[in-house]
């Protein structure tokens, strides 16, 4: 029999639903059964927006009289001393309050992969992609679409998104993006900015995809990620060196093989933050189980 745990949420992104919660946190639903009730909650979980707007610092919620629980997967840092408990990308947080979980492990769940997909054992490639490489982005960030005119003048590089459109769009939602970049060799993978554990779907996607990612972002992101299998522009001194080696790697087919089969974490192992056990047990210590 599951617990049942009746929620009260606010602050949250338009269309979010209390469900969203079991597809980001698969683990929920083995031990809860989790109910929408503003008036009477047993927890309040809230997030960073107003008006479908980020706010930053994050907003306080209604005092409910019973523990609350700050939850985004925003480059936003959390407040202690406004929260029980809180879920972020936050690397620098050492409090048994706080729980590290960054955008990517929480996006596989929404669209119904898990981080084990990218274990060796269960990875899969096609043939190479027929096309050199993707870009899809819907924010303009100015490294991001300098990288891609850098990319772009040695090669084509395809952009169904609103950031550098140069096609047709391609839909919505990762099935359609991981189709998309089935196609191509490589995908630029940048981030929307760079801050220390702030790792989004972007290399993930690319991976599921048999795509290899080109990436810039949180310099930390090896911590998590096998180094190997993607090139980071934090190891080149330009853009210009950088998109010089993707050509490189390009024309060499083997390397390329070999760059595409490298194991996706380091020694082919999950990293803590997508531990769904260790997930569970915060969500346990949330509910006051622990």
Same mark, same amino acid.
Not at 193 to 216: F, I, M, N, Q
């Given at each position: 029999m599951r617990r049942i745990v009746r929620i009260a949420v606010y602050h949250f992104w338009k269309g979010f639903q209390l469900e969203e919660l079991y597809a980001r946190f698969p683990c929920l639903a083995l031990k809860y059964q989790l109910i929408a009730d503003q008036e009477h909650p047993d927890l309040v979980v809230f997030s960073a927006f107003a008006d479908n707007v980020r706010q930053d610092p994050m907003p306080t919620p209604p005092d409910r009289g019973v523990p609350t629980l700050f939850l985004t997967n925003e480059s936003l840092a959390p407040d202690l001393t406004r929260c029980d408990f809180a879920i972020t990308f936050r690397r620098d947080i050492d409090n048994p309050r706080h729980l590290r979980i960054p955008n990517w492990v929480q996006r596989l769940g929404y669209w119904g992969y898990s981080p084990d997909d990218l274990l060796c054992c269960r990875r899969s490639f096609g043939e190479p992609g027929n096309r050199f490489c993707g870009y899809l982005c819907r924010n303009r960030v100015p490294l991001r679409e300098e990288f891609f005119r850098t990319l772009a003048r040695r090669a084509p590089v395809d952009s169904p998104g609103l950031s550098m459109n140069n096609m047709p769009g391609i839909g919505h939602g990762t099935p359609a993006k991981l189709e998309f970049l089935r196609h191509r060799r490589f995908t630029i993978a940048f981030e929307n &900015? #760079? #801050? $220390? %554990? @702030? #790792?989004? &779907?972007? +290399? =993930? $996607? *690319? !991976? +599921? *995809? %048999? #795509?290899? =990612? +080109? @990436? !810039?972002g949180d310099p930390l992101v090896a911590l998590d990620f096998n180094p190997d299998a993607y090139l980071d522009l934090k190891n080149y001194r330009s853009l210009d060196e950088m998109a010089d080696a993707v050509i490189t790697l390009d024309m060499n087919t083997a390397a390329w093989q070999r760059k595409r089969g490298e194991p996706v974490y380091l020694n082919d192992t999950l990293p803590t933050c997508a531990d769904p056990q260790r997930t569970l047990a915060f969500w346990e210590t949330v509910l006051g189980e622990h």
């Open positions: &900015e #760079s #801050s $220390d %554990g @702030y #790792s989004t &779907e972007k +290399l =993930p $996607d *690319a !991976w +599921l *995809a %048999g #795509s290899v =990612p +080109l @990436y !810039w």
